[in-house]
């Protein structure tokens, strides 16, 4: 037949392929379609595309075919959005969901953000993903100790406690306890874990020192992500001594992580009950409370635990942040103010009053505060510095300035620090969006991951890796749409 009227029969057999398809008749569809691609002298990509449509309405749906004919249809051409969903929804449908993530944000950018239901499937898609890979990571790395950094903050969010007295006889697991107690003070966290495990291994002589030791194993586990184990000998620790507030204290952190908040404030009365004068019950309850949202009974809580017993900085701190959340600007900053002149040695006020400063866009004032606070950080001896106000005062910079590169040389110094702070990879990662430099981006999420204490850190980590990863896919297939890809980059960060 010559090419002209093979041309004009392959566009009938398109239209009467259209026909049996709007009827739902997506067999017959179908092999219209393929009887048009046939007697086409040239390829068409929408008869390819249409054969797709045909497939993954079948039931069930042929998703591998539809990959096959979407393939086909894009090598013809690459900016065909309607393969690519269609593409996206079998690779989604196969669980191939890197894939997926792949072709949904391609269509995505192609179609100029304008595609509602596209961008919601990107989500969707990344969710899945994320969720899967962060299974297969837990199911596979051993229990490992956070930074140095986040195990430091947890502990100093506990008032100092003397160690137990050892009984007159001490055994071998008695004093190994004792041993253990003393690397905690030191901050010495590794060793403290061995020798923890080690006195309960060892045996320990009298129920306070078990559960003591059953305390501290139980945070250990709580801070590697064993929540259960944690809740185990948390609850072991209790039945030795029904007074140790801590244990009830730090059960309720384990309720708040499994998503529990009733059973959290149910510990919470139960340490009450045991020791209504015991300040870190109304602190940590504030804390809990300052999650849910609830600023103005947290500071209550604060105040409380303020009132017995004033030495504690962070009741001081929290009491100022939670005011300000309630927007009681002026009785935050004199809360602060007063913080301030009590604690002159410690860094954590000046670090938090230029938090609230920066919100204020106060940056000049807020700088000065991060810079005194790492000053104080730097005179510590012994142990790491907190690099947290040098993150904060990155963010200042980029705020204040839109200097980009001082707040990257910030987040650098931090880490050359402490490497495992979570707040200076975080921070990088989204300095290098904001760069479109897509590729170290992804080397800082891929690092947020690893450093990722929790399975909702590790799936967050996960999306902005995932994300990222398929951006960096899109630029190599599409390198002239690099500006759209800017536009999504800065949407993200």
């Given amino acids: 037949m010559p090419e002209e009227e093979r041309t004009k029969m392959a566009a009938s057999l398109k239209t009467k392929g259209n026909t049996a398809y709007q009827n739902r008749n997506f067999t017959q569809a179908a092999d219209l379609y393929t009887r048009a691609i046939e007697v086409s002298p040239k390829p068409e990509p929408v008869f390819y595309s249409n054969r797709a449509a045909c ?134 966290y590794p060793h403290a874990v061995t020798l923890i495990n080690e006195s309960l291994e060892q045996g320990i002589s009298w129920d306070e020192g078990k559960a003591e030791a059953l305390n501290l194993r139980g945070t250990f586990k709580f801070l590697v992500g064993d929540v259960e184990g944690a809740k185990v000998d948390l609850t072991e620790s209790i039945k030795l001594v029904p007074s140790f507030t801590q244990s009830i204290v730090k059960i309720a952190s384990v309720h708040m992580e499994q998503g529990n908040p009733k059973l959290a404030f149910e510990c919470f009365d139960d340490a009450i009950k045991q020791n209504p004068n015991d300040p870190d019950i109304y602190y940590h309850r504030g804390q809990v409370l300052f ?28 009491l100022a942040v939670a005011q300000y959340k309630s927007d009681h600007l002026s009785n935050s900053m004199a809360t602060f103010r007063r913080t301030l002149v009590a ?48 993150v904060n005062k990155g963010l200042a910079l980029y705020q ?51 450093l990722a204490r929790s399975e909702p850190e590790l799936v967050s980590a996960l999306t902005f890796k995932y994300a990222t990863l398929s951006q960096m896919e899109f630029l190599k297939n599409y390198p002239s749409m690099a500006a759209q890809l800017n536009q999504m980059a800065m949407s993200m960060a």
């Fill in 400 to 450: 204040w300035k839109q200097d980009i590169t001082a707040a990257e040389k910030c987040c650098e110094e931090a880490l050359e620090i402490d490497p495992e702070c979570e707040a200076a990879v975080a921070t990088f990662a989204q300095l290098s969006l904001q760069q479109s430099k897509v590729g170290d981006a992804v080397k800082m999420f891929s690092r947020q991951a690893e």
């Fill in 343 to 390: 604690f002159p040695q410690r860094s954590e006020p000046q670090n938090y009053y230029g938090e609230l400063l920066m919100d204020q866009q106060r940056f000049e004032d807020a700088v000065e505060k991060f810079d005194k606070a790492f000053e104080m950080e730097k005179q510590k001896v012994g142990t790491i510095p907190n690099v947290l106000p040098l």
């Fill in 291 to 318: 999650i849910m949202n609830d600023f103005a009974n947290a500071a209550t809580n604060y105040t409380k635990s303020t009132e017995l017993d004033d030495q504690f900085v962070f009741s001081h701190i929290q």
């Fill in 55 to 188: 497939y993954v309405n079948m039931s069930p749906p042929k998703h591998d075919l539809v990959v096959l004919d979407c393939d086909e249809a894009l090598k013809l051409d690459a900016n065909y959005v309607k393969a690519l969903n269609r593409r996206a929804i079998a690779l989604e449908g196969l669980e191939r969901y890197e894939e997926a993530v792949r072709d949904f944000t391609a269509a995505t950018i192609l179609d100029k953000f304008q595609n509602q239901a596209t961008a919601s499937a990107v989500e969707r898609v990344l969710k899945a993903l994320a969720a899967k890979k962060a299974a297969e990571i837990i199911a596979t790395r051993g229990a490992r100790l956070p930074s140095f950094t986040f195990i430091s903050a947890y502990f100093a969010a506990f008032r100092p406690r003397a160690h137990p007295t050892l009984p007159e006889n001490p055994s071998t697991g008695d004093n190994t306890l004792i041993l253990a107690l003393e690397a905690l003070a030191a901050a010495d």
